[in-house]
Nanobody, 125 residues
């Protein structure tokens, strides 16, 4: 059974960078479409970025295009999200998630069947 564990969050100043990691165990990530979602206090969970089983077809929310980069390392069975040029509005708990069927889809978080526990990203001066 697939399990996901995020790490890499923290407190960073505006304009700073972080690399979030999502380590998988139990199964291979290449069997899943995988993605990153985030939830800020008082807001709904939103899709940030996702990538297909093949490692291609990356998608990004408009709010993070050009600043965030998703990748995965099949050998390490780990997914990453490089977050650059951070803004205060990027403050949220970031979750990684896996979807068994179909291509990755940022608009359908309910179709992701495995979720990590989340990692907090706080952008503040």
């Amino acid at each position: 059974q697939l399990q996901l564990v995020e790490s890499g969050g923290g407190l960073v100043q505006p304009g700073g960078s972080l690399r979030l990691s999502c380590a998988a165990s139990g199964e291979r990530l290449r069997q899943y479409s995988i993605g990153w979602f985030r939830q800020a206090p008082g807001k709904e969970r939103e899709g940030v970025s996702c990538i297909n089983r093949s490692g291609g077809g990356a998608k990004y929310a408009d709010s993070v295009k050009g600043r965030f980069t998703i990748s995965k390392d099949n050998a390490e069975n780990t997914m990453y999200l490089l977050v650059n040029s951070l803004k205060p509005e990027d403050t949220a708990v970031y979750y990684c998630a896996a979807r068994r069927h179909g291509l990755c889809d940022l608009s359908a978080p309910s179709t992701y069947i495995v979720w990590g526990q989340g990692t907090q990203v706080t952008v503040s001066s």
